[in-house]
């Protein structure tokens, strides 16, 4: 069976075990699809999280209420980035769990109610 990657360079392996797919960015499906308010976003990246919501435009933050995530322990990857960066956009930590590989996170844009 092979496995899906969206960018093979980034890894140090052969590829003949991998297909190499097309992705989109968060900021490319919010402005291709005109979105002026999300209600609900949930994230299971298996650690692109660290990639994923840093990258997104400070604009878009201003339009999603709720956001869910599961993070995982990758290397340079700490839930206190994510933690700190949404609370700096106006988000509030309303659930956490977690152990030291992996974990939940909930947050809320009250601003939004």
Request: net charge negative; glycine share 6%.
């Amino acid at each position: 069976m092979k496995r899906v990657i969206v960018d093979y360079k980034k890894l140090n392996t052969d590829t003949e075990n991998y297909d190499c797919v097309k992705s989109y960015s968060l900021n490319d499906i919010i402005k291709d699809n005109r979105l002026s308010y999300i209600d609900f976003i949930k994230l299971d990246c298996e650690g692109s999280e660290y990639d994923i919501l840093p990258a997104l435009d400070s604009k878009y933050y201003a339009i999603i209420k709720e956001i869910r995530m599961e993070y995982h322990a990758v290397p340079g990857g700490d839930p206190s980035i994510i933690e700190s960066l949404l609370i700096s956009k106006g988000y509030r930590v309303i659930y956490k769990s977690g152990y030291d590989n992996s974990g939940h996170l909930w947050f809320n844009n009250y601003s939004k109610q």
